[in-house]
Protein backbone atom coordinates (compact mmCIF):
# COMPACT_ATOMS: atom_id res chain seq x y z
CA UNK A 1 0.00 0.00 0.00
CA UNK A 2 1.71 3.55 -1.16
CA UNK A 3 1.37 6.63 0.87
CA UNK A 4 -1.49 8.19 -0.71
CA UNK A 5 -3.43 5.32 0.08
CA UNK A 6 -2.80 5.57 3.59
CA UNK A 7 -3.16 8.97 3.53
CA UNK A 8 -6.77 8.11 1.95
CA UNK A 9 -7.60 5.78 4.64
CA UNK A 10 -6.15 7.97 7.64
CA UNK A 11 -8.77 11.05 6.18
CA UNK A 12 -11.37 9.00 6.12
CA UNK A 13 -11.43 7.66 9.54
CA UNK A 14 -10.63 10.92 11.18
CA UNK A 15 -13.77 12.39 9.35
CA UNK A 16 -15.83 9.46 10.21
CA UNK A 17 -14.41 9.44 13.73
CA UNK A 18 -14.46 13.23 14.41
CA UNK A 19 -17.79 13.74 13.74
CA UNK A 20 -19.53 11.45 15.78
CA UNK A 21 -17.36 12.43 18.67
CA UNK A 22 -19.03 16.11 18.09
CA UNK A 23 -22.14 14.67 17.84
CA UNK A 24 -21.47 12.53 21.17
CA UNK A 25 -20.37 15.66 23.27
CA UNK A 26 -23.37 17.74 22.35
CA UNK A 27 -25.64 14.89 23.90
CA UNK A 28 -23.64 14.82 27.04
CA UNK A 29 -24.82 17.11 30.14
CA UNK A 30 -23.84 20.28 30.99
CA UNK A 31 -20.71 20.32 33.16
CA UNK A 32 -19.65 17.64 30.23
CA UNK A 33 -20.19 20.27 27.32
CA UNK A 34 -18.80 23.27 29.19
CA UNK A 35 -15.57 21.22 29.63
CA UNK A 36 -15.25 19.89 26.04
CA UNK A 37 -15.10 23.49 24.87
CA UNK A 38 -12.71 24.29 27.18
CA UNK A 39 -10.72 21.37 25.72
CA UNK A 40 -11.38 21.90 22.31
CA UNK A 41 -10.35 26.15 22.80
CA UNK A 42 -7.22 24.78 24.03
CA UNK A 43 -6.63 22.37 20.99
CA UNK A 44 -7.90 24.68 18.59
CA UNK A 45 -5.40 27.36 19.98
CA UNK A 46 -2.38 24.16 19.59
CA UNK A 47 -3.55 23.40 16.32
CA UNK A 48 -3.01 26.86 15.60
CA UNK A 49 1.03 26.51 16.85
CA UNK A 50 1.02 23.75 14.88
CA UNK A 51 0.37 24.16 11.94
CA UNK A 52 2.81 27.58 12.34
CA UNK A 53 5.52 25.08 13.43
CA UNK A 54 4.48 22.53 10.33
CA UNK A 55 4.33 25.60 7.59
CA UNK A 56 7.77 25.20 7.10
CA UNK A 57 8.22 21.38 6.88
CA UNK A 58 7.94 19.28 3.59
CA UNK A 59 8.03 16.07 4.94
CA UNK A 60 5.21 13.21 5.42
CA UNK A 61 4.91 14.20 9.24
CA UNK A 62 4.52 17.74 8.72
CA UNK A 63 1.45 17.14 5.93
CA UNK A 64 -0.45 14.28 8.57
CA UNK A 65 0.17 17.24 11.15
CA UNK A 66 -0.95 19.64 9.25
CA UNK A 67 -3.91 18.51 8.03
CA UNK A 68 -4.88 17.02 11.72
CA UNK A 69 -4.56 20.37 13.09
CA UNK A 70 -6.70 21.83 10.73
CA UNK A 71 -8.97 19.77 11.43
CA UNK A 72 -8.96 20.67 15.31
CA UNK A 73 -9.17 24.30 14.69
CA UNK A 74 -12.29 23.39 12.52
CA UNK A 75 -13.71 20.83 15.17
CA UNK A 76 -13.51 24.30 17.37
CA UNK A 77 -16.14 26.19 15.05
CA UNK A 78 -17.94 23.31 14.59
CA UNK A 79 -18.55 22.48 18.32
CA UNK A 80 -18.86 26.50 19.62
CA UNK A 81 -21.72 26.45 17.34
CA UNK A 82 -23.13 23.00 18.08
CA UNK A 83 -23.40 23.96 21.51
CA UNK A 84 -25.04 26.83 21.18
CA UNK A 85 -21.81 28.58 22.70
CA UNK A 86 -21.36 30.96 19.01
CA UNK A 87 -24.56 30.81 16.55
CA UNK A 88 -26.08 34.30 15.99
CA UNK A 89 -28.53 36.97 17.30
CA UNK A 90 -31.17 35.49 15.97
CA UNK A 91 -32.22 32.31 18.32
CA UNK A 92 -35.73 31.83 17.74
CA UNK A 93 -37.75 30.05 14.69
CA UNK A 94 -38.15 31.39 11.13
CA UNK A 95 -41.73 32.93 11.21
CA UNK A 96 -44.31 31.00 9.00
CA UNK A 97 -44.77 32.68 5.37
CA UNK A 98 -41.11 34.59 5.39
CA UNK A 99 -40.47 34.45 2.08
CA UNK A 100 -37.55 35.66 -0.22
CA UNK A 101 -34.48 38.60 0.80
CA UNK A 102 -35.78 38.31 4.54
CA UNK A 103 -35.75 34.64 5.01
CA UNK A 104 -32.40 35.01 4.00
CA UNK A 105 -31.21 37.87 6.03
CA UNK A 106 -32.99 35.62 8.87
CA UNK A 107 -31.33 32.84 8.46
CA UNK A 108 -27.72 34.30 8.04
CA UNK A 109 -28.60 36.35 11.24
CA UNK A 110 -29.20 32.44 12.80
CA UNK A 111 -25.34 31.77 11.82
CA UNK A 112 -24.38 34.93 12.35
CA UNK A 113 -21.42 34.72 15.19
CA UNK A 114 -20.76 31.31 13.93
CA UNK A 115 -19.74 32.47 10.07
CA UNK A 116 -17.69 35.21 11.29
CA UNK A 117 -15.47 32.77 14.04
CA UNK A 118 -15.17 30.55 10.94
CA UNK A 119 -13.85 33.86 8.87
CA UNK A 120 -11.33 34.60 11.46
CA UNK A 121 -10.10 31.36 12.42
CA UNK A 122 -9.47 30.94 8.27
CA UNK A 123 -8.42 34.44 8.02
CA UNK A 124 -5.33 33.15 11.19
CA UNK A 125 -4.27 30.22 9.49
CA UNK A 126 -3.96 31.92 5.82
CA UNK A 127 -1.57 34.81 7.67
CA UNK A 128 0.82 31.92 9.59
CA UNK A 129 0.92 29.94 6.38
CA UNK A 130 1.64 32.30 3.87
CA UNK A 131 3.97 31.87 1.20
CA UNK A 132 5.12 28.71 3.44
CA UNK A 133 5.59 24.99 1.30
CA UNK A 134 3.12 23.13 4.00
CA UNK A 135 -0.15 24.23 2.44
CA UNK A 136 -1.84 20.92 3.47
CA UNK A 137 -3.61 23.06 7.11
CA UNK A 138 -4.66 26.08 4.89
CA UNK A 139 -6.31 23.74 2.12
CA UNK A 140 -7.77 21.36 4.18
CA UNK A 141 -9.80 24.36 6.36
CA UNK A 142 -10.27 25.99 2.99
CA UNK A 143 -12.31 22.68 1.70
CA UNK A 144 -14.14 22.13 4.96
CA UNK A 145 -15.32 26.05 5.14
CA UNK A 146 -16.59 25.93 1.08
CA UNK A 147 -18.05 22.79 1.53
CA UNK A 148 -19.69 23.58 4.70
CA UNK A 149 -21.06 26.55 3.24
CA UNK A 150 -22.16 25.09 0.00
CA UNK A 151 -24.00 22.50 2.40
CA UNK A 152 -25.81 25.44 4.72
CA UNK A 153 -26.46 27.13 1.23
CA UNK A 154 -28.65 23.81 -0.11
CA UNK A 155 -29.95 23.09 3.14
CA UNK A 156 -31.70 27.12 2.52
CA UNK A 157 -32.32 26.58 -1.01
CA UNK A 158 -33.96 22.78 -0.13
CA UNK A 159 -32.98 19.62 -0.27
CA UNK A 160 -34.49 16.00 0.14
CA UNK A 161 -32.98 15.17 3.54
CA UNK A 162 -32.25 17.86 5.91
CA UNK A 163 -30.21 15.73 8.55
CA UNK A 164 -32.13 17.39 11.46
CA UNK A 165 -31.29 14.17 13.60
CA UNK A 166 -27.59 16.09 13.66
CA UNK A 167 -29.45 19.22 15.17
CA UNK A 168 -29.44 18.98 19.29
CA UNK A 169 -32.51 19.89 21.09
CA UNK A 170 -31.65 23.78 21.98
CA UNK A 171 -30.68 24.30 18.15
CA UNK A 172 -33.96 22.46 17.03
CA UNK A 173 -35.17 26.48 15.81
CA UNK A 174 -32.49 25.93 13.12
CA UNK A 175 -34.80 23.15 11.33
CA UNK A 176 -37.09 26.39 10.43
CA UNK A 177 -35.17 27.79 8.14
CA UNK A 178 -34.51 25.08 6.15
CA UNK A 179 -36.38 23.97 3.01
CA UNK A 180 -37.58 20.25 2.40
CA UNK A 181 -37.96 19.59 -1.61
CA UNK A 182 -36.42 17.10 -4.00
CA UNK A 183 -33.26 19.46 -5.15
CA UNK A 184 -32.13 22.94 -6.34
CA UNK A 185 -30.48 24.24 -9.29
CA UNK A 186 -27.98 25.15 -6.94
CA UNK A 187 -26.71 21.73 -6.04
CA UNK A 188 -25.33 20.86 -9.54
CA UNK A 189 -22.93 24.21 -9.46
CA UNK A 190 -21.80 23.46 -6.01
CA UNK A 191 -21.08 19.53 -7.07
CA UNK A 192 -19.89 19.99 -10.37
CA UNK A 193 -17.41 22.89 -9.41
CA UNK A 194 -16.34 20.69 -6.28
CA UNK A 195 -15.82 17.49 -8.69
CA UNK A 196 -14.14 19.71 -11.04
CA UNK A 197 -11.60 20.73 -7.63
CA UNK A 198 -11.78 16.89 -6.59
CA UNK A 199 -9.99 16.18 -10.18
CA UNK A 200 -7.15 18.45 -10.07
CA UNK A 201 -6.08 17.60 -7.05
CA UNK A 202 -5.73 14.02 -8.10
CA UNK A 203 -4.14 14.75 -11.17
CA UNK A 204 -1.49 16.71 -9.17
CA UNK A 205 -1.10 13.69 -6.75
CA UNK A 206 -0.49 11.32 -9.83
CA UNK A 207 2.25 14.40 -11.54
CA UNK A 208 5.44 12.56 -11.74
CA UNK A 209 7.14 15.69 -10.17
CA UNK A 210 5.28 15.48 -7.00
CA UNK A 211 6.89 14.53 -4.10
CA UNK A 212 5.74 11.88 -1.98
CA UNK A 213 4.63 14.45 1.12
CA UNK A 214 3.33 16.38 -1.64
CA UNK A 215 1.51 13.47 -3.11
CA UNK A 216 -0.12 12.81 0.55
CA UNK A 217 -0.66 16.49 0.78
CA UNK A 218 -2.60 16.02 -2.49
CA UNK A 219 -4.63 12.88 -0.89
CA UNK A 220 -5.45 14.15 2.30
CA UNK A 221 -6.88 17.26 1.00
CA UNK A 222 -8.69 15.46 -2.17
CA UNK A 223 -10.44 12.87 0.46
CA UNK A 224 -11.56 15.73 2.82
CA UNK A 225 -13.11 17.02 -0.79
CA UNK A 226 -14.82 13.66 -1.62
CA UNK A 227 -16.34 12.73 1.55
CA UNK A 228 -17.98 16.75 1.37
CA UNK A 229 -19.19 15.41 -1.96
CA UNK A 230 -20.66 12.34 -1.06
CA UNK A 231 -22.01 14.48 2.01
CA UNK A 232 -23.97 16.58 -1.24
CA UNK A 233 -25.02 13.44 -2.57
CA UNK A 234 -26.61 12.26 0.88
CA UNK A 235 -28.70 16.01 0.97
CA UNK A 236 -31.11 14.16 -2.00
CA UNK A 237 -30.56 10.88 -1.94
CA UNK A 238 -33.35 8.15 -0.61
CA UNK A 239 -30.54 7.30 1.58
CA UNK A 240 -30.67 7.43 5.83
CA UNK A 241 -28.01 9.78 6.53
CA UNK A 242 -27.58 9.01 10.22
CA UNK A 243 -26.30 5.47 9.81
CA UNK A 244 -22.80 6.52 9.62
CA UNK A 245 -22.66 8.02 13.29
CA UNK A 246 -25.54 6.35 14.79
CA UNK A 247 -23.76 5.04 17.74
CA UNK A 248 -23.30 8.90 18.26
CA UNK A 249 -27.00 10.27 17.76
CA UNK A 250 -28.39 8.38 20.84
CA UNK A 251 -31.57 9.10 21.77
CA UNK A 252 -33.26 10.94 24.11
CA UNK A 253 -34.71 9.74 27.41
CA UNK A 254 -38.02 10.95 27.79
CA UNK A 255 -39.21 13.04 30.75
CA UNK A 256 -41.09 11.62 33.61
CA UNK A 257 -44.75 11.66 32.67
CA UNK A 258 -46.93 13.39 35.59
CA UNK A 259 -50.69 12.86 34.81
CA UNK A 260 -52.61 15.42 36.88
CA UNK A 261 -55.70 14.19 38.44
CA UNK A 262 -58.68 15.46 38.90
CA UNK A 263 -60.03 15.99 42.13
CA UNK A 264 -63.16 13.40 42.33
CA UNK A 265 -60.88 10.88 40.36
CA UNK A 266 -57.45 11.26 42.90
CA UNK A 267 -60.29 11.00 45.91
CA UNK A 268 -61.66 7.52 44.58
CA UNK A 269 -57.83 6.20 43.85
CA UNK A 270 -56.85 7.14 47.62
CA UNK A 271 -59.83 5.39 48.79
CA UNK A 272 -59.11 2.26 46.84
CA UNK A 273 -56.00 2.61 48.21
CA UNK A 274 -56.84 3.21 52.06
CA UNK A 275 -59.54 -0.08 51.52
CA UNK A 276 -58.63 -2.90 53.19
CA UNK A 277 -58.79 -5.42 50.54
CA UNK A 278 -61.27 -7.24 51.52
CA UNK A 279 -63.11 -4.79 52.03
CA UNK A 280 -62.97 -3.27 48.42
CA UNK A 281 -65.78 -3.46 45.77
CA UNK A 282 -64.84 -5.35 42.63
CA UNK A 283 -65.47 -2.58 41.05
CA UNK A 284 -62.93 -0.28 42.41
CA UNK A 285 -60.27 -2.11 40.48
CA UNK A 286 -57.27 -0.21 37.80
CA UNK A 287 -60.25 -0.28 34.83
CA UNK A 288 -62.46 1.82 37.28
CA UNK A 289 -59.61 4.41 37.60
CA UNK A 290 -59.00 4.25 34.00
CA UNK A 291 -62.63 4.84 33.32
CA UNK A 292 -62.81 7.72 35.89
CA UNK A 293 -59.97 9.22 33.73
CA UNK A 294 -61.99 8.78 30.39
CA UNK A 295 -64.59 11.08 32.23
CA UNK A 296 -62.69 13.60 33.96
Not at 2 to 22: E, K, L, P, Q, Y
Not at 81 to 103: D, H, K, Q, S
Not at 107 to 125: D, K, M, N, P, Y
Not at 257 to 284: M, Q
Given at each position: ????????????????????????????????????????????????????????????????????????????????????????????????????????????????????????????????????????????????????????????????NLSEEF??????????????????????????????????????????????????????????????????????????????????????????????????????????????????????????????????
Open positions: MNDAAIAVGFAIFIWWFSTGIVILLNRMSRSAIALSLVLSSLLGVAALIGLAHTAQQTSLTGAYCAFTCALLAWGWNELSFLTGWITGPRTTALPTGTVGWRRFVESFRAVQWHEIGILLVGITIVAITWDAPNQVGTGTYLVLWVMRTSAKLNLFFGVRLPAHLAYLESFFRRRAINAFFFVAVAAASAGLFLLVVGAKDTLTTASQAVGYALVGTMLALAILEHLLLVLPLDTTALWRWAIRKRQSPPLHIALPARTALTCLKVRSTPSHERSPTLSSRAVADNLEKA
